[in-house]
């Protein structure tokens, strides 16, 4: 975006801050495709956010220079591309815990 790099990483503490932000503190790393589904256009920024967050994270770059809700909702309504990158790796990350869990599904009903 912009010509400037943000990293973004769906994982575990991303899905625990969207819960927190969507008020949905029962969401469950399963449950991620219907979550994914179910975002209304407004969400998608708050989604968005929550992946550079949990990326900054990851990467240690510092979380306050993160984009806000309202930064990322700009940036989508000027480059829709962007969302199609968003949701490319959030779904790629999605398969993989799909296909980790799916050998164990004891894990997957608990695993929040």
Same mark, same amino acid.
């Given at each position: &975006?912009? /010509?400037?790099?943000? @990293?973004?990483?769906?994982?575990? /503490?991303?899905?625990?801050?969207?819960?927190?932000?969507?008020? &949905?503190? #029962?969401?469950?790393?399963? %449950?991620? %495709?219907?979550?994914?589904?179910?975002? =209304?256009?407004?969400?998608? @920024?708050?989604?968005?956010?929550?992946?550079?967050?949990?990326?900054?994270?990851?990467?240690?770059? #510092?979380?306050?220079?993160?984009?806000?809700?309202?930064?990322?909702? %700009?940036?989508?309504? !000027?480059?829709?591309?962007?969302?199609?990158?968003?949701?490319?790796?959030? $779904?790629?990350? =999605?398969?993989?815990?799909?296909?980790?869990?799916?050998? $164990? @599904?004891?894990?997957?009903?608990? !695993?929040?």
């Amino acid at each position: &975006m912009d /010509g400037r790099e943000y @990293p973004f990483h769906f994982g575990v /503490g991303a899905i625990y801050l969207l819960g927190l932000e969507l008020e &949905m503190d #029962d969401i469950k790393v399963v %449950d991620l %495709d219907s979550v994914m589904t179910e975002l =209304k256009l407004s969400q998608i @920024p708050i989604f968005a956010r929550c992946g550079f967050l949990s990326g900054a994270s990851k990467t240690g770059r #510092d979380i306050e220079k993160v984009l806000t809700v309202d930064e990322i909702a %700009d940036k989508l309504k !000027k480059d829709p591309y962007v969302l199609d990158q968003i949701w490319t790796i959030a $779904n790629e990350i =999605k398969e993989q815990y799909a296909e980790d869990l799916e050998g $164990n @599904p004891q894990e997957a009903k608990g !695993k929040k």
